[in-house]
């Protein structure tokens, strides 16, 4: 629904689409309406029913039964306030340091590479390349890279310009740092995507009309490529709220850096709380949900800027 | 940045030696240029001539190889394109799809930093009769409006120099006369400097009062419009502003009077004052509607030249005027226009007829007969008609 929300920005002139009812293209639909019925809506219920449960009196760990106990909500909210809060700080800080680096990059595949054609796709092959390795062998790899012992640590460690007694994984940083390397293709991908059909005559107008390129960017490009900006940051920000494996202890977290991903999963493997488990998955889905509305419906009516 | 202030009125624009190389081709060679404060210039070319190159180097879009760009006598060569008193209205309009039509006019105000641009955006879309879209997107107007948008873009800011890079060219035949029109009236009110680049050759001479045809990277010949069409310097001006008749032949006889040439066993004679070259080998030529068909041999007169007899291969009526292609035998096949003055026409196909004209019409070229006479590309679909019809004779 989010995404069909900032689409209109785009394409207005959608209206006169499909107004007949046609039997096929209910048939059609079907097999999609199914699916989504299955694999989403149940689930969904599910979960929203879970999250009120009360555990099974004389029951074993791990049973619950049906009830109305709202207060799991509040419960959770005091208990894990710090994680839901850490969450959206990391996803947001991690959505912006993709966004700078990653507009530059599709900037000069999009426009600037438009007269090396090989250039071009050769960049685009090199941004989507870190999908061939599997997620989580790239995040070890930057664990490895970030461990104590290891030579990047050491040698600055070496010219002091990390304390001797100092550690990068398990921290803020290394978490952030994982998020916005794992997401920069997510970013890249739809802002190229944008720029590759970026009219160039627009800013040359720009440009006639008295406006330095600092003000061309600001005034022509970034408005035309915001369908990119709001694909590419909806792409990055959902998913890296909901992240659990870069803030995991196993790979670049630590204690002080988990993340609502992180205790939803540890409520529903380890403590085996599932009412816990799922009012925090609502808690998140909403809190996205509400956040993503009105991120979208801001950038629709270019407050953003 | 302070505010700024209009241009008081046009400037002159000045192109020294300019020479604009691609990777590949060159676009211009030694482009020297001068047009004066508060004319309006046409930069007249076929498509591939570097008239569109000329154009983007004076607004900045393009920087010369070599040369110099003046604009009122300031040196402009190195300033980017937001630094020039200079605007342009786009062939393509690119005007700004997120912005209103109101925002579009206000962009170069705003930039600049002018008190009350909305106010100034809605006086200049009054002049283009435009104020009641002011809040439309460009994409929800027609072809036209936002042709007139793209104008007022340009003209809110008052520049020194306006530059039109054929923004005609998508409109239809009856809206392009009418933004003429409109566009001569706005550049006499504003009294700016106007340099319109176009292919088409009656939209140059209906507007501009300074025409330079350009080919090939270079000015083939500038000037008035009125003097241009009557004596064309060489033989692709003498084409590409309108058609001619081109013989080529040597100059029998000098006298102060004219210079006779044997054309195909034709004494041809032309104004020594309307003849760029007097001696040896030389091209002359005659404008179309200066021939008058005759069905018997007209009788002797010095101030007649007089061609025949021939044969008409070709009879067009085109409203106002009919086109006859007269071939008359070496010389090659002649256009004539003649006004529809009565009903029907008393020419018909295969008749053998004679074709004279007065002496005073004729003109001599330039050009180096080796060659010419050359008939380069043309858009106007007449000439090409005819080109067929030249062709297949």
């Known amino acids: 629904m989010a995404f069909a929300a900032f689409s209109t920005t785009a394409a207005p002139t959608s209206s006169d689409s499909v107004k007949k009812k046609s039997p096929v293209a209910l048939l059609l639909l079907l097999p999609g309406i199914l699916y989504l019925v299955l694999f989403f809506l149940a689930p969904l219920v599910s979960l929203l029913l879970t999250s009120f449960k009360v555990p099974a009196e004389f029951g074993d760990i791990g049973e619950f039964s049906y009830a109305f106990r709202w207060?799991?909500?509040?419960?959770?909210?005091?208990?894990?306030?710090?994680?839901?809060?850490?969450?959206?700080?990391?996803?947001?800080?991690?959505?912006?340091?993709?966004?700078?680096?990653?507009?530059?990059?599709?900037?000069?595949?999009?426009?600037?590479?438009?007269?090396?054609?090989?250039?071009?796709?050769?960049?685009?092959?090199?941004?989507?390349?870190?999908?061939?390795?599997?997620?989580?062998?790239?995040?070890?790899?930057?664990?490895?890279?970030?461990?104590?012992?290891?030579?990047?640590?050491?040698?600055?460690?070496?010219?002091?310009?990390?304390?001797?007694?100092?550690?990068?994984?398990?921290?803020?940083?290394?978490?952030?740092?994982?998020?916005?390397?794992?997401?920069?293709?997510?970013?890249?991908?739809?802002?190229?995507?944008?720029?590759?059909?970026?009219?160039?005559?627009?800013?040359?107008?720009?440009?006639?009309?008295?406006?330095?390129?600092?003000?061309?960017?600001?005034?022509?490009?970034?408005?035309?490529?915001?369908?990119?900006?709001?694909?590419?940051?909806?792409?990055?920000?959902?998913?890296?709220?909901?992240?659990?494996?870069?803030?995991?202890?196993?790979?670049?977290?630590?204690?002080?850096?988990?993340?609502m991903g992180n205790v939803i999963e540890a409520n529903f493997l380890v403590l085996q709380n599932f009412p816990a488990g799922a009012a925090l998955s609502i808690i998140l889905m909403s809190a996205i949900l509400v956040m993503v509305s009105i991120y979208v419906k801001k950038s629709g009516t270019e407050d953003l800027l | 940045m302070t505010t700024d202030t209009f241009a008081e009125s046009g400037a002159d624009l000045e192109l020294v030696g300019i020479h604009k190389r691609f990777p590949g081709f060159t676009a211009i060679e030694e482009l020297n240029l001068t047009i004066p404060a508060g004319s309006f210039f046409a930069l007249l070319g076929p498509s591939g001539c570097g008239k569109t190159t000329t154009l983007r180097l004076v607004a900045g879009l393009e920087a010369p190889t070599a040369g110099r760009i003046l604009v009122g006598g300031t040196d402009v060569t190195n300033q980017k394109s937001f630094q020039r008193p200079v605007n342009t209205v786009f062939q393509s309009y690119a005007l700004f799809p997120h912005m209103t039509v109101l925002e579009n006019v206000a962009f170069g105000l705003r930039r600049r930093k002018m008190t009350d641009p909305l106010g100034k955006a809605h006086e200049v879309l009054r002049l283009v009769?435009?104020?009641?879209?002011?809040?439309?997107?460009?994409?929800?107007?027609?072809?036209?409006?936002?042709?007139?948008?793209?104008?007022?873009?340009?003209?809110?800011?008052?520049?020194?120099?306006?530059?039109?890079?054929?923004?005609?060219?998508?409109?239809?035949?009856?809206?392009?006369?009418?933004?003429?029109?409109?566009?001569?009236?706005?550049?006499?009110?504003?009294?700016?400097?106007?340099?319109?680049?176009?292919?088409?050759?009656?939209?140059?001479?209906?507007?501009?009062?300074?025409?330079?045809?350009?080919?090939?990277?270079?000015?083939?010949?500038?000037?008035?419009?009125?003097?241009?069409?009557?004596?064309?310097?060489?033989?692709?001006?003498?084409?590409?502003?309108?058609?001619?008749?081109?013989?080529?032949?040597?100059?029998?006889?000098?006298?102060?009077?004219?210079?006779?040439?044997?054309?195909?066993?034709?004494?041809?004679?032309?104004?020594?004052?309307?003849?760029?070259?007097?001696?040896?080998?030389?091209?002359?030529?005659?404008?179309?509607?200066?021939?008058?068909?005759?069905?018997?041999?007209?009788?002797?007169?010095?101030?007649?030249?007089?061609?025949?007899?021939?044969?008409?291969?070709?009879?067009?009526?085109?409203?106002v005027s009919t086109q006859y292609l007269v071939e008359v035998p070496g010389a090659g096949t002649l256009i004539v226009f003649a006004q529809n003055m009565t009903f029907g026409s008393d020419v018909k196909f295969g008749d053998g007829v004679w074709v004279s004209w007065g002496v005073g019409h004729g003109f001599g070229l330039d050009d180096d007969?080796?060659?010419?006479?050359?008939?380069?590309?043309?858009?106007?679909?007449?000439?090409?008609?005819?080109?067929?019809h030249l062709e297949g004779a």
């Open chain 2, 129 to 319: 009769e435009l104020d009641h879209l002011a809040s439309r997107r460009p994409q929800q107007l027609s072809g036209g409006q936002q042709q007139r948008v793209a104008l007022a873009r340009a003209i809110v800011n008052r520049p020194a120099l306006l530059l039109l890079d054929e923004p005609l060219g998508a409109l239809d035949l009856k809206l392009r006369r009418q933004m003429q029109l409109e566009l001569k009236t706005i550049q006499e009110d504003v009294g700016l400097t106007f340099l319109h680049v176009t292919h088409d050759q009656e939209e140059a001479m209906t507007m501009a009062d300074t025409i330079a045809v350009m080919n090939k990277g270079r000015i083939e010949q500038m000037g008035a419009p009125q003097e241009l069409y009557e004596l064309p310097r060489t033989a692709f001006v003498a084409n590409f502003l309108g058609q001619s008749n081109l013989f080529t032949g040597p100059v029998v006889s000098t006298t102060s009077a004219g210079v006779a040439v044997d054309v195909a066993g034709h004494k041809i004679v032309v104004p020594a004052t309307r003849a760029h070259r007097t001696t040896g080998e030389i091209t002359i030529g005659v404008r179309p509607e200066k021939l008058t068909l005759h069905s018997a041999k007209p009788i002797h007169d010095a101030d007649v030249n007089v061609m025949g007899p021939g044969r008409v291969t070709d009879v067009s009526f085109s409203g």
């Open chain 1, 71 to 259: 207060e799991n909500y509040t419960d959770v909210i005091t208990a894990y306030w710090p994680h839901i809060l850490r969450s959206f700080g990391y996803a947001i800080t991690a959505t912006f340091f993709a966004l700078i680096i990653s507009y530059p990059l599709a900037y000069f595949i999009g426009v600037k590479a438009r007269r090396w054609p090989l250039l071009q796709s050769l960049a685009l092959v090199m941004v989507v390349a870190p999908f061939f390795i599997s997620f989580l062998l790239r995040t070890l790899a930057w664990k490895q890279i970030f461990a104590d012992e290891s030579f990047l640590v050491t040698s600055l460690k070496a010219v002091s310009l990390l304390a001797p007694d100092a550690h990068v994984t398990g921290t803020a940083f290394s978490v952030i740092f994982g998020l916005t390397y794992n997401f920069i293709p997510f970013m890249t991908l739809p802002l190229y995507t944008t720029l590759e059909r970026l009219d160039v005559r627009y800013l040359e107008a720009g440009s006639d009309l008295y406006a330095s390129p600092f003000h061309v960017f600001r005034k022509v490009t970034i408005p035309l490529s915001m369908p990119g900006i709001v694909a590419g940051t909806l792409l990055t920000f959902i998913p890296a709220a909901g992240d659990y494996i870069n803030a995991s202890r196993e790979f670049l977290g630590g204690t002080g850096t988990q993340m």
């Open chain 2, 369 to 388: 007969p080796a060659d010419a006479p050359r008939f380069e590309a043309d858009f106007d679909t007449r000439s090409i008609a005819a080109q067929r």
